[in-house]
């Protein structure tokens, strides 16, 4: 099976940090963001990838090449404007039609999930499946009792009954027939798929999964998957 990683981010909230280099180049921990997501999804049996760059595209394929040194192969496709999650998607295709399943994420996130969760759950009635994980609170809850007496303090609880988009999906490669040229999965195609019900959430729990959008997060990170 391959995976395609969207990797063509900018990453304008992460400067100077993406003044010369795209946002999956960010170092984690002396090692770059896509090089993390290549040896986790390596360490699952996949070995396959397309890397969809943009942004200083080049500086990707400086660094991987045909993927020899990670032992995995890696393909690639450029885009020379944003397309949009959907239309990097759908310029891929002629990489990925012979598959009958693929899997895509985004180029910003770390994570231990297991895709094969993903993989096994897609079936002949759905078009893709997405990984959820349950919403990090930003902020500190408190929890107050009738009499308005504090009884106790959760620094940025994990709220379980609220799930957000971990931004790794298996898709058949049916999903060619929803996508543009130019356009978002998460905006233009998925709520057509939902509609439709052919996509489904696989609930991810007790997992690392984090979406590096800010300085802060690359702290977090660093602590997180140091190990």
Not at 28 to 54: A, M
Not at 195 to 217: F, G, M, P, Y
Request: glycine share 8%; hydrophobic share 35%; charged share 25%.
């Amino acid at each position: 099976m391959k995976a395609l990683i969207l990797a063509g981010g900018m990453g304008k909230r992460l400067r100077p940090l993406t003044d010369d280099k795209p946002k999956p180049m960010i170092p984690i921990s002396d090692k770059p963001i896509l090089e993390w997501q290549i040896t986790w999804l390596k360490s699952h049996n996949i070995r396959d990838f397309v890397l969809c760059t943009g942004y200083l595209g080049d500086n990707i394929i400086e660094y991987f090449g045909n993927g020899e040194q990670l032992e995995v192969n890696i393909e690639y496709s450029k885009e020379d404007e944003p397309l949009g999650t959907g239309g990097a998607l759908m310029q891929s295709r002629s990489l990925l039609e012979s598959e009958s399943s693929f899997l895509v994420m985004n180029g910003d996130i770390m994570t231990n999930i297991d895709p094969s969760s993903l993989i096994h759950n897609l079936n002949d009635d759905l078009i893709g499946t997405i990984a959820v994980v349950a919403l990090r609170s930003p902020f500190g809850e408190i929890e107050i009792q009738d009499d308005g007496l504090i009884s106790s303090f959760t620094e940025k609880p994990i709220l379980d009954d609220h799930w957000i988009n971990a931004g790794i999906y298996c898709f058949s490669n049916n999903i060619f027939n929803y996508l543009s040229d130019v356009g978002s999965l998460e905006s233009d195609v998925f709520p057509i798929l939902a509609t439709e019900n052919k996509l489904s959430a696989i609930k991810q729990n007790n997992v690392k999964w984090r979406s590096i959008d800010s300085h802060k997060d690359i702290e977090e990170a660093q602590k997180e998957f140091n190990s």
